[in-house]
Nanobody, 123 residues
Framework: QVQLVESGGGLVQAGGSLRLSCAAS????????MGWYRQVPGKQRELVAT???????NSAESLKGRFTISRDNAKNTVYLQMNNLKPEDTAVYYC?????????????????WGQGTQVTVSS
């Protein structure tokens, strides 16, 4: 069993930055790729960024240049640095893990999800 706990969300003004963290515990050996997704009410959960065990990353095209995913395997933690935030980035951000070590896992491949952290960007 894997537990994922996100932190770092909050309220920020447009143009500001936030750094989300996701700490993993439990059956760490089953975690390979990790990802960040976000969701707003009434819409499907959408990809933000993914990262493999060895640090290969993939990001949503619309977020490249503003959002950066990274991970510290020694700390079992994945991060999402979000810069130049916009009101449309407002969402609940979820961390997920998969035993598949590929750079672009399908959403159904993720078998563990965190509880989510709210990010609100004011204009």
């Amino acid at each position: 069993q894997v537990q994922l706990v996100e932190s770092g969300g909050g309220l920020v003004q447009a143009g500001g930055s936030l750094r989300l963290s996701c700490a993993a515990s439990g059956s760490i050996s089953s975690i390979k790729s990790m990802g960040w997704y976000r969701q707003v009410p009434g819409k499907q959960r959408e990809l933000v960024a993914t990262i493999t065990t060895y640090g290969t990353t993939n990001s949503a095209e619309s977020l490249k240049g503003r959002f950066t995913i990274s991970r510290d395997n020694a700390k079992n933690t994945v991060y999402l640095q979000m810069n130049n935030l916009k009101p449309e980035d407002t969402a609940v951000y979820y961390c997920a893990s998969t035993p598949s070590d590929v750079v672009s896992p399908a959403i159904w491949e993720y078998d563990n999800w965190g509880q989510g952290t709210q990010v609100t960007v004011s204009s």
